[in-house]
């Protein structure tokens, strides 16, 4: 069983639509969770970050932890075509490496 | 002040070479790590290093890698004998002065192909 899973995807959506991205994990241990958004051949580049059980919100992404499922989510509220992307949720692995889901392939359709 | 930089940005090998990437931390960070991403995969974490010392190497490969990141100049991962398992996109991030950092910083990444 992987530490982190993600569904690949693809994900494709319209324009407007809310997108809900999700992952989890097995390792209780993990405190600090990260959304990472990677352009086609492109380095990641970090989009949020949550510390414990909550959620956080920054403009139209909301990033939610629930530590009790071992469950993350990142919301998109009114997707626009330049949030197609691979999005990779990531955690804080023993020694400060990050532990990363595979990511998920969204496309926002005009 | 300028990002994390890699290079080069493409490399071509064919097999029983040697590959160099480099990697040039942000100004003012200390830590590197580097990771690798295969086609359809996450990112998947090689070797952690500060300055003159390897920290935590335990995603390396044991044979044929090997990872430095002197007191000065770039980060370098080393592979040697490449074959066509290699392929991938190789990152490498840097963070500052803190073990435990969540705003770890990418470069572009070194897109290795194996002929």
């Known amino acids: 069983q992987k530490e982190v899973e993600q569904d690949p995807g693809p994900l494709s959506v319209p324009e407007g639509a809310i997108v809900s991205l999700n992952c989890t994990y097995s390792?209780?241990?993990?405190?600090?969770f990260m959304w990472y958004r990677q352009y086609s051949r492109k380095g990641p580049e970090l989009l949020m970050y949550t510390y414990s059980s909550g959620n956080k919100e920054d403009g139209r992404f909301t990033a939610q932890v629930d530590k009790s499922s071992k469950y993350i989510s990142l919301f998109i509220r009114d997707s626009q075509p330049s949030d197609s992307a691979t999005y990779l949720c990531a955690m804080n692995g023993q020694g400060g490496k990050l532990i990363f889901g595979q990511g998920t392939e969204l496309s926002v359709k005009p | 002040n300028a990002g994390v930089m890699q290079n080069p940005r493409h490399l071509v090998r064919r097999r029983g070479q040697e590959a160099r990437l480099r990697c040039s931390p942000m100004k003012g960070h200390s830590h590197v790590y580097w990771y690798r991403q295969l086609p359809e995969e996450g990112l998947k974490f090689m070797v952690y290093?500060?300055?003159?010392?390897?920290?935590?190497e335990s995603g390396m490969p044991k044979e044929r890698f090997s990872a430095e990141f002197p007191k000065e100049g770039p980060s370098i991962l080393r592979i040697q004998q490449v074959v066509r398992g290699d392929s991938a996109a190789y990152f490498c991030?840097?963070?500052?002065?803190?073990?435990?950092?969540?705003?770890?910083?990418f470069g572009q990444g070194t897109r290795l192909t194996v002929v």
């Open positions: 290093l500060q300055k003159e010392n390897i920290i935590d």
């Open positions: 390792n209780s241990a993990f405190q600090y």
């Open positions: 991030a840097s963070s500052p002065d803190r073990e435990w950092d969540t705003e770890a910083f």
